[in-house]
């Protein structure tokens, strides 16, 4: 449910546009993205308590760099331009801008000039992280100038009397030592919120509400044990226990003894209304003699579905569909239009045509990480909660070519393995994803006194906020070398290990 506190954030296509969000919401106030093109009416209408313009990667008085409705400074709203945000408010609003020489990145000494809500409360001179080309030369008629640097003769500016404050740097940026003061300064003193955006009363809410939507009627949810759709289902369940039924396609292509964990926690733990289908053998033979990697991720995808809805048909009339789609699924972005290099697929794309007549989406308005705190108030185990991301089309796209079953349980010992000496080195969340391939490689080796022809598999760790870039996670060599030994010591038919150090771009962080 939406909350009724809300402040904005006008997304001008900058890569920092989650973040602030997140920063906001860290702050207790619950906030929204939308595109800079949203019209200052609907804005108003909205009774933002406050909005927040975020950067971007245009110069500012290029004809088709993106503009906001001039209006928006009018309505009385406090208004907080970082960056772009802050040039385009200079611009808009009669101030000169213009295009340094160099770039300026990174971080960056400024010293406070004068008395200024915004960055009350702050040394008078500190570190900010500075990114842009495109500076200010000379604020708007109205406004006075609160910050400056050695190269940047506005760092912050402001018309207090209009609530219109900027900045050139990021206070949402971590480097930026004094970021979050200011944000809560903003958040705080200029826009009044009281931070009533908490996970607790979000439960409550939620719950409350779904209550009155759902009345006496039934709900399904595809559960896949992945991270969103159990929050979900749990929220759900809080709200209208048996009524919820759960039905959790096994496709076999999970991870070790992952089918079974998810069957009990929410069986025995939950006392969910839970179906399983075990359809392993029906996906291997569909994906039989297949090992192109787009056609089967699309035959996982179809046949999901299909096992999906001849459940949901045996179960008869279905008036709801759960599902766990979140904040950033849904999020409108200001520009940017990503290329699609991997056709995805999740249990969000089920079909509109199984017959339910209304969609429950209760992690609607979450980030990843306030999905995880959910769960953990509602008493989902940490091993789920935390569970890393793990691709809807499983295993398949992490054995290369085609899928067999003896391949998949290969992969699966390796992967548990692996994914246990990671735990036990502690690194299981410092490590955003880490998994094991197999590569479909054999080579030669030797083992006692005999040459041996065999399988290669190959690990991969990866750190990364987004998931669209990764960097290659350093692991330390001697858990490297134990997860090493061990899978070569208890897994057959295995006599290569292989360590993936490449950074996304240019490889993807799955193999396929
Ligand atoms: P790539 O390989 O594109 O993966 O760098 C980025 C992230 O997405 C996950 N992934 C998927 N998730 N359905 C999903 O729900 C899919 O088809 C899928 N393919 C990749 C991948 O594990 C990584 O976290």
Redesign the pocket.
């Known amino acids: 449910m939406k909350q009724k506190e809300t402040v904005l954030i006008l997304d001008f296509g900058g890569q920092y546009s989650q973040l602030i969000a997140r920063r906001v919401r860290d702050l207790h106030v619950y906030c929204e993205i939308k595109s800079f093109r949203t019209p200052a009416e609907e804005i108003a209408a909205a009774r933002y308590k406050g909005i927040i313009f975020s950067g971007g990667p245009d110069n500012v008085y290029d004809e088709d760099a993106p503009k906001c409705d001039k209006e928006i400074f009018n309505l009385g709203i406090p208004v907080l331009g970082i960056c772009y945000g802050a040039q385009l408010m200079a611009f808009s609003l009669g101030g000169k801008t213009d295009r340094a020489e160099i770039r300026e990145y990174g971080k960056t000494e400024f010293q406070i000039l004068a008395n200024s809500a915004l960055l009350h409360g702050i040394e008078q001179q500190s570190v900010c992280w500075m990114s842009h080309t495109v500076y200010i030369k000379t604020p708007p008629a109205g406004f006075h100038i609160t910050a400056v640097s050695h190269t940047c003769p506005v760092v912050a500016m402001e018309n207090a009397e209009k609530k219109l404050y900027a900045t050139q740097f990021h206070p949402e940026v971590e480097h930026t030592v004094h970021g979050k003061e200011i944000l809560h300064n903003f958040l705080y003193d200029i826009c009044h919120c009281s931070g009533d955006w908490k996970m607790d009363s979000f439960i409550q809410t939620t719950v409350e509400q779904m209550r009155k939507t759902v009345g006496d009627r039934n709900v399904i949810c595809a559960l896949s044990g992945g991270v969103d759709s159990s929050v979900a289902a749990a929220l759900v369940h809080r709200a209208v226990g048996k009524q919820l039924i759960c039905i959790f396609v096994d496709h076999g292509l999970l991870r070790k003894d992952e089918g079974d964990e998810v069957e009990h926690v929410f069986r025995s733990q939950f006392d969910m209304n839970l179906i399983r289908v075990n359809a392993q053998d029906r996906f291997l033979k569909r994906l039989s003699g297949v090992s192109e990697p787009e056609k089967k ?1 699309k035959i996982i995808g179809e046949e999901f579905i299909r096992v999906f809805e001849e459940e949901a048909k045996k179960i008869g009339h279905v008036d709801f569909l759960c599902q766990g789609t979140i904040y950033p699924d849904v999020v409108e972005s200001g520009t940017g239009n990503a290329a699609v ?2 056709s ?3 249990v969000g794309g089920l079909p509109k045509d199984i017959g339910f007549t209304g969609l429950v989406e209760p992690l609607r308005y979450l980030f990843k990480d306030e999905v995880r705190k959910v769960g953990t108030e509602l008493g989902l185990p940490d091993n789920l909660v935390w569970r890393q ?5 499983g295993l398949a ?1 992490r054995v290369l070519g085609e899928v067999t079953a003896e391949k998949l349980d290969l992969l699966k010992d390796a992967d548990a393995i692996f994914r246990e000496e990671i735990v036990k080195a502690g690194l299981g969340r410092k490590i955003n ?1 880490y998994f094991a391939v197999l590569t479909g490689i054999k080579s030669v080796g030797v083992m006692g006194d005999g040459r041996t022809y065999d399988n290669t598999v190959a690990l991969r760790g990866v750190t990364t906020t987004d ?1 669209m870039t990764a960097d290659w996670a350093r692991i330390p060599y001697d858990v490297l070398e134990k997860a090493s030994s061990r899978i070569i010591n208890e897994v057959q038919n295995v006599n290569r290990i292989v360590y993936d150090i490449t950074s ?1 771009p240019p490889a ?3 193999w396929e």
């Not at 991301?389 to 089309?393: A, I, T, V």
Request: glycine letters at 6%.
């Open positions: 991720r290099i991997k995805h697929h999740n991301p793990f691709p809807g089309p796209i994803q998931f996304k993807t962080i799955e």
